[in-house]
């Protein structure tokens, strides 16, 4: 699922190139690279890069690399459990990775009907949520890829985060259930998502 935001009293920390920080402390270091990589993808710096895995292992390292040398851009070595749902064990990421790009070029190829791009979309965003290929970051690693697959679908920027209590409520249990592959009601949010003025 997307990263979780830590709530007043979080003891989450995290080894960085930084030292040693509290998520709180590290979160607006995180913004402002997301920001500058949201700043390239419209710029169409990455715009002659496949689709697929490699380019997936880039925006991770663009926008986090600086912070966590040691695994940013790395496919995760260990097992986790995010909430209640467990990714795939870590020597089957690559390949899970591998074989959702593959999917997911074929759902881009050719004119998308769009009656199709909500589901599309939704495939796009949960899947890799789903597989959860880093250690950490995986949130804001989704939200650039969507970013950079909105920009090549010609379509404009749109609301990605929830926001407030309700929309996160319905958010988490739309990628609940695209975790058992259902992506009905994440396509149901994208439809929304396409019907709001767009961000600038």
């Given at each position: 699922m997307a990263d979780a935001a830590p709530s007043a009293h979080s003891t989450r920390w995290i080894e960085t190139s930084r030292g040693i920080l509290r998520y709180a402390e590290l979160a607006p270091l995180l913004a402002e690279r997301v920001l500058r990589i949201q700043e390239r993808i419209e710029a169409g710096q990455y715009a002659a890069e496949p689709l697929d895995e490699s380019l997936i292992r880039t925006l991770h390292r663009d926008f986090c690399g600086d912070l966590v040398p040691e695994w940013a851009g790395h496919w995760r070595s260990m097992a986790v459990c995010v909430g209640t749902h467990e990714p795939p064990p870590p020597h089957l990421v690559s390949l899970q990775v591998r074989e959702y790009s593959l999917d997911l070029q074929a759902r881009l190829a050719g004119p998308i009907p769009f009656e199709r791009l909500p589901e599309t979309l939704a495939f796009a965003e949960s899947r890799l949520l789903t597989i959860h290929p880093f250690a950490d970051f995986n949130g804001r690693l989704v939200r650039l890829w969507l970013w950079e697959i909105l920009r090549r679908l010609q379509l404009?920027?749109?609301?990605?985060?929830?926001?407030?209590?309700?929309?996160?409520?319905?958010?988490?249990?739309?990628?609940?259930?695209?975790?058992?592959?259902?992506?009905?009601?994440?396509?149901?949010?994208?439809?929304?998502?396409?019907?709001?003025?767009?961000?600038?």
């Open positions: 404009p920027p749109v609301q990605l985060t929830p926001r407030d209590k309700a929309e996160t409520e319905v958010y988490l249990a739309a990628l609940r259930a695209g975790d058992q592959k259902d992506y009905q009601l994440l396509a149901r949010l994208w439809m929304q998502r396409l019907a709001t003025p767009p961000i600038y």
